[in-house]
């Protein structure tokens, strides 16, 4: 075990930079879901609206999903680090501002402040991603993004349990101070770091002064470059379908399973598990990067299948395994498609890309949710008939990469191939005269 776990040991003990980015990842994560609890039980607490209660949910998908495309070209015109440090900053002011919401006439406070902060994260987010590559060696990239989704899984399990509990034991005004202490420490985290970055050129900067211009320069990017279109495209296939299949666990727990929210904990335990797990063993089975495109094809295939099958029992056990391997999968296409569109895209460009990442995922995630809600609001399908037709797209959706997306990889990597043969010869050749 030490063995296995000894790189990403050597990685947080020999680099210090990656280690205090690390940090502030985990503070700032554990904060996220450390005090989403709290704001929910302000909505039950002061409206007991079942609409108002999704609606915050809605209101953060399409915070973060609109306010992505201007984030993305603020993470490339300016300096990431002090990016990064001022939305920490900024995240704990607002959630500060929770503390204000005292009856329902002050409920609208809490869509308004959870909208601020979601576009405070959207800047955050692919900064981050983005300055991973910057403080990493070639070597240490994958294993950098490896622990980094390790350790969100390892958060997601346990902040939302210990958010909870403290919510319950410590009332909301308490839970929000101390998730504002998170934003405020993961900021002082972040300046301790040296984070290079290669910065725009003047006249580059000049020509994109307009946002649109810088914005739109950003999806031409990427729609001229397939290379890097591919696994920026991976996350929003996957969660087209995938996000409704989570969703649909929290009726599953309540309909099926007969658990309520003890159930939904066990099964997002197995989720957080893992999307652990996954990124490891997929880096064990697929060694070589220029398979990744066509692993993710696979994992979308995998997953489709394993929820396929949670949708057919009723038995805990089981669905806690299956769900366990569906989110290997998708956890395993998460890290490979990350560490691609990082190796793939220049510095100036990478925080569009990932922007564009972000706003492809959240946008996929609100749609298949919506839909899947209102199949089941409107009696169209059974809960257990819904599952099968999302898990049923989602191998559709992972044979359709196979066949579509997969061959253009495979030119690519092999024009690569060549390209390097060719510079080799000449140099060999060259070095003959």
Request: net charge positive; with cysteine; proline share 2%.
């Amino acid at each position: 075990m030490k063995t296995k776990l000894q790189p990403y040991i050597d990685l947080v003990r020999d680099n210090r930079n990656f280690r205090l980015l690390w940090l502030s990842q985990v503070i700032s994560n554990f904060g996220d879901w450390f005090g989403i609890l709290a704001i929910y039980a302000l909505i039950q607490t002061y409206s007991g609206s079942e609409f108002l209660l999704g609606l915050i949910i809605v209101v953060k998908m399409l915070s973060l999903a609109f306010f992505s495309p201007i984030a993305g070209y603020i993470t490339d015109r300016f300096n990431r680090k002090r990016l990064m440090v001022w939305c920490d900053l900024s995240r704990g002011v607002i959630v500060l501002g929770f503390l204000l919401i005292i009856s329902y006439e002050t409920l609208w406070l809490a869509y308004l402040l959870t909208a601020l902060q979601m576009m405070v994260s959207a800047i955050f987010q692919p900064a981050k991603t983005s300055s991973i590559p910057n403080v990493t060696t070639e070597n240490e990239l994958v294993n950098a993004n490896i622990l980094s989704a390790a350790s969100w899984s390892v958060i997601f399990t346990t902040g939302m349990a210990i958010g909870g509990l403290a919510t319950a034991w410590l009332g909301t005004d308490l839970v929000f101070i101390i998730n504002s202490i998170t934003y405020f420490y993961s900021a002082w985290v972040i300046y301790l770091a040296v984070i290079p970055q290669e910065e725009m050129s003047d006249e580059e900067k000049k020509r994109t002064r307009n946002p649109l211009i810088g914005i739109k320069e950003g999806f031409v990017y990427l729609m001229k470059n397939g290379h890097v279109l591919r696994p920026a495209l991976a996350k929003g296939t996957m969660t087209m379908c995938l996000g409704a299949l989570v969703y649909l666990l929290i009726i599953v727990s309540e309909e099926i399973l007969m658990m309520g929210s003890v159930g939904l904990g066990l099964l997002y335990a197995a989720r957080g598990i893992g999307t652990g797990i996954g990124p490891v063993a997929g880096r064990r089975i697929f060694k070589k990067e220029g398979s990744w495109i066509m692993a993710m094809g696979g994992s979308m295939v995998f997953c489709g299948l394993f929820y396929l099958a949670v949708g057919l029992t009723n038995s805990l056990v089981l669905m806690f395994l299956l769900v366990m391997f569906a989110h290997m999968a998708s956890g395993s296409n998460w890290v490979m498609s990350t560490v691609l569109l990082q190796r793939r895209t220049p510095d100036t460009f990478r925080g569009r890309a990932f922007s564009t990442d972000w706003l492809l995922f959240t946008l996929a995630q609100s749609i298949s949710v919506t839909a899947a809600s209102l199949i089941l609001e409107f009696n169209l399908l059974s809960l257990e008939q819904t599952i099968g037709l999302f898990a049923f797209i989602l191998i559709l959706l992972g044979a359709g990469w196979l066949l579509k997306v997969v061959p253009k990889e495979t030119r690519y990597t092999e024009n690569i191939f060549i390209s390097e043969n060719e510079t080799r010869e000449f140099r060999k050749h060259h070095e003959q005269v």
